[in-house]
Each structure stands twice: as structure tokens, then as C-alpha cells.
């Protein structure tokens, strides 16, 4: 998994209200809560500039925080829209710990050509992400399927995946790829 770097500065108990968030968005800064560990949740704030390769990518990061110089090693966990606007309004980010497992969506890469698309049949991808749990050490920056053999009108399901260290949290009977017939491959 890639690093990030992140600085931020800690909210003050007074900087916790509604005018006070208000106040923080105004000046181009992102509300934040690192939550986790037998610790209190740290509330700072982030700039708008500093967390867009963050947010705006597929790709997971462990993200390495200095919060007015204490650092902490964290993951993103949760991120909150404006509905209209589409700006980030407040960001959640969960502590990682050496000997604990995170949950995390970590992005599925396709490889190889299908024998269902030689013949003919239109591969679709039907999961982008897949639910893991492990260790944050063992968590890669993508997960592989291979579909050489994934014949026309057939799938691939989450129970039919394995990683090593890993656990996945989706439902055993989803689909992740298959080949759907199309007009040229039902009159070959």
C-alpha cells in the first residue's frame, strides 16, 4: 500500500460546533476525526489542497498524519459530500495499529483475455472494489483477477477468490466478472 503524507492542525474543544465548522470550510479546510484505539478521537483540520490526491483517486493509501507534530499512521475511512455542491465537507480517518486488522475496499485489476471474449462475448466487470480484512502490512495496492479461462456466459464469484492474508468481507455468491454473449458470438 502507498503512503501519504498529511499535515493538520488540532480543533481546540471551542472549534467543535456548527458556527465554528462553518468558520473552517470558509477558509478553505476540511474538518477531520481520527477515531480508534483506547485513545480520545483527534479533532483537527486538513487543507482543501493537501487532501485532493488523497480523495480524488481509485487508489488506497496508509496515510502518515503530523498533527502539530504528532504523528499518527491512519487510513481514510470515511469522506461526506456536499449534496449539491460536491465539495468535501468532513473527513473520518481510522488509527492503524501493528497487531490489529482494518476493513478496507481495496480497487480489483483484470487480467488476461477471456476465452468467452475470443469467442465472441463481452467482458463486463461487475465489482470495481472488494471488501478485505488483514493486517495493513499485508493489504496490497490492488487485487488481480485473472479471467484466461473464463468462458462465454460464465462468472467469477467473490467465493471462488483467494489472497493470501486476507480475508474478503463480500457476499460469497457476487459477481465480480463474467462474459456476456453478444450478437456475433450467438450466430458463430
Known amino acids: 500500500m ?3 503524507e498529511l499535515k493538520g492542525s488540532l480543533r481546540s474543544n471551542e472549534d467543535l460546533g456548527r ?7 470558509a477558509n478553505e479546510m476540511i474538518p477531520c476525526v481520527l477515531y480508534g484505539g483506547n485513545d480520545e478521537n483527534v479533532n483537527f483540520q486538513v ?23 504528532k504523528k499518527y499512521k491512519a487510513i481514510l475511512k470515511e469522506l461526506q459530500f456536499h ?15 501493528e497487531d490489529k486488522d482494518i476493513v478496507i475496499e481495496v480497487p480489483l485489476k483484470v487480467e488476461g483475455l477471456a476465452e468467452g471474449v475470443r469467442m465472441g462475448g463481452k467482458l463486463s466487470q461487475e465489482m470495481r472494489k472488494l471488501r478485505v480484512k488483514g493486517n495493513y502490512k499485508d493489504i496490497p495496492e490492488f487485487l488481480t483477477v485473472n479471467v484466461e479461462k473464463l468462458g462465454l456466459g460464465k462468472t467469477i464469484q467473490v467465493g471462488a477468490l ?4 486476507l480475508t ?12 456476456k454473449a453478444t450478437r456475433a458470438s450467438k450466430n458463430a
Do not use: M, Q, W
Not at 458556527?19 to 470550510?25: F, G, S
Not at 468532513?90 to 492503524?96: A, C, E, N, Q, R
Open 2 to 4: 502507498k503512503t501519504f
Open 19 to 25: 458556527k465554528a465548522t462553518k468558520a473552517i470550510r
Open 47 to 69: 487543507s482543501v489542497a493537501d487532501v485532493r490526491k488523497l480523495i480524488y483517486t481509485p487508489e488506497i493509501f496508509l496515510v502518515e498524519l503530523t498533527i502539530d507534530g
Open 83 to 97: 449534496p449539491v455542491k460536491d465539495n468535501v465537507l468532513h473527513i473520518d480517518f481510522l488509527k492503524v495499529y
Open 162 to 165: 483467494s489472497y493470501d492474508k
Open 168 to 179: 474478503l468481507l463480500n457476499a460469497v455468491n457476487n459477481v465480480v466478472v463474467c462474459v
